[in-house]
């Protein structure tokens, strides 16, 4: 009595979710929203045998069709008709609808939804079918009539799982496929990021051989400026002179290597180290010539 009270209240429960599956609205999916089969008219004492889905697969044990073994002592005609079909258990609610393999996870997915379309069908017919041969016996009826109510409801129950399982594994196929595209976007970032860095490295480097080179062109360019004043001081020290004339001894000599150097100028670049080797060579006579000239008027003070 305690099961019928727990029954009834179920069945109140989905009272409305069973005429509305009977009006042709019971799930969003209409492939699911009938489930009777046209089956050829039997009498009284015929028994009913499930139609199989094709004449060379049958289920097997662990849910899966498999082919239908050779049978020759039976007529060719029956062996068509004969199936051995699976029961909905807690075994066929509970298996899994998406595969962690990629590959074959819309076969697996189309077969599952195949059997359980089945196994409905052949549920939903097996109990009109029971009534048709036994509906003399009033004192069943009752009792069958309330056990079918109970099926319509767990197959209903069913169709809301198999439609959430196919909702969250549409998501799941979105969700996958937007991971990969987010993956590409960033792999070309990285992409990108590495060719900048790699540019940036480029132009450093060469803005330090650029800023190396340019100070060393300063460098040149001060030490030429201050021969040059040398070379105008010895010039015009003692007045102008006469062309012509011809300069002996330190003098000539300072006076030949500044007009070197000087006429040289506009040639001397960071390459040509012949002219930097001059006047490097020329920069030692300078400072030989002013130690010795500092030399000789310390004697004179001395003496």
């Given at each position: 009595?305690?099961?019928?009270?727990?029954?009834?209240q179920l069945l109140e429960k989905?009272?409305?979710?069973?005429?509305?599956?009977?009006?042709?609205?019971?799930?969003?999916?209409?492939?699911?929203r009938n489930f009777t089969i046209?089956?050829?008219?039997?009498?009284?004492?015929?028994?009913?045998?499930?139609?199989?889905?094709?004449?060379?697969?049958?289920?097997?044990?662990?849910?899966?069709?498999?082919?239908?073994?050779?049978?020759?002592?039976?007529?060719?005609?029956?062996?068509?008709?004969?199936?051995?079909?699976?029961?909905?258990?807690?075994?066929?609610?509970?298996?899994?609808?998406?595969?962690?393999?990629?590959?074959?996870?819309?076969?697996?997915?189309?077969?599952?939804?195949?059997?359980?379309?089945?196994?409905?069908?052949?549920?939903?017919?097996?109990?009109?079918?029971?009534?048709?041969?036994?509906?003399?016996?009033?004192?069943?009826?009752?009792?069958?009539?309330?056990?079918?109510?109970?099926?319509?409801?767990?197959?209903?129950?069913?169709?809301?799982?198999?439609?959430?399982?196919?909702?969250?594994?549409?998501?799941?196929?979105?969700a996958k496929l937007r991971i990969?595209?987010?993956?590409?976007?960033?792999?070309?970032?990285?992409?990108?990021?590495?060719?900048?860095?790699?540019?940036?490295?480029?132009?450093?480097?060469?803005?330090?051989?650029?800023?190396?080179?340019?100070?060393?062109?300063?460098?040149?360019?001060?030490?030429?400026?201050?021969?040059?004043?040398?070379?105008?001081?010895?010039?015009?020290?003692?007045?102008?002179?006469?062309?012509?004339?011809?300069?002996?001894?330190?003098?000539?000599?300072?006076?030949?290597?500044?007009?070197?150097?000087?006429?040289?100028?506009?040639?001397?670049?960071?390459?040509?180290?012949?002219?930097?080797?001059?006047?490097?060579?020329?920069?030692?006579?300078?400072?030989?010539?002013?130690?010795?000239?500092?030399?000789?008027?310390?004697?004179?003070?001395?003496?």
């Open positions: 009595m305690a099961n019928l009270g727990a029954d009834q989905y009272q409305e979710r069973i005429l509305a599956r009977r009006r042709g609205a019971g799930t969003h999916r209409i492939e699911f046209e089956v050829p008219e039997q009498g009284k004492n015929q028994e009913f045998i499930p139609q199989p889905l094709d004449n060379e697969r049958q289920f097997d044990g662990n849910g899966y069709l498999s082919d239908i073994p050779e049978q020759s002592d039976v007529p060719e005609e029956e062996k068509n008709q004969e199936i051995a079909y699976r029961p909905l258990d807690s075994t066929t609610v509970n298996e899994p609808l998406i595969n962690n393999d990629d590959d074959d996870d819309d076969n697996n997915n189309e077969r599952q939804f195949d059997d359980n379309r089945y196994l409905f069908k052949v549920i939903n017919n097996i109990i009109p079918e029971f009534l048709k041969e036994h509906e003399n016996e009033i004192s069943y009826k009752k009792e069958i009539l309330h056990f079918k109510k109970i099926v319509e409801i767990r197959i209903l129950e069913q169709l809301d799982l198999i439609d959430k399982q196919m909702m969250l594994r549409s998501s799941l196929q979105k990969k595209q987010l993956c590409k976007e960033i792999l070309g970032l990285i992409y990108k990021r590495d060719k900048i860095k790699m540019e940036i490295s480029v132009e450093r480097k060469g803005y330090k051989e650029n800023e190396q080179i340019r100070k060393k062109l300063e460098q040149v360019h001060n030490f030429l400026s201050e021969i040059d004043i040398l070379r105008e001081s010895v010039t015009f020290d003692n007045g102008p002179q006469n062309e012509n004339e011809v300069l002996d001894g330190f003098e000539s000599l300072l006076i030949s290597t500044t007009f070197r150097c000087c006429e040289n100028v506009n040639s001397l670049s960071n390459q040509e180290t012949g002219n930097l080797r001059v006047l490097s060579q020329f920069n030692n006579l300078l400072e030989n010539c002013e130690r010795i000239i500092r030399q000789s008027a310390d004697m004179e003070i001395g003496t």
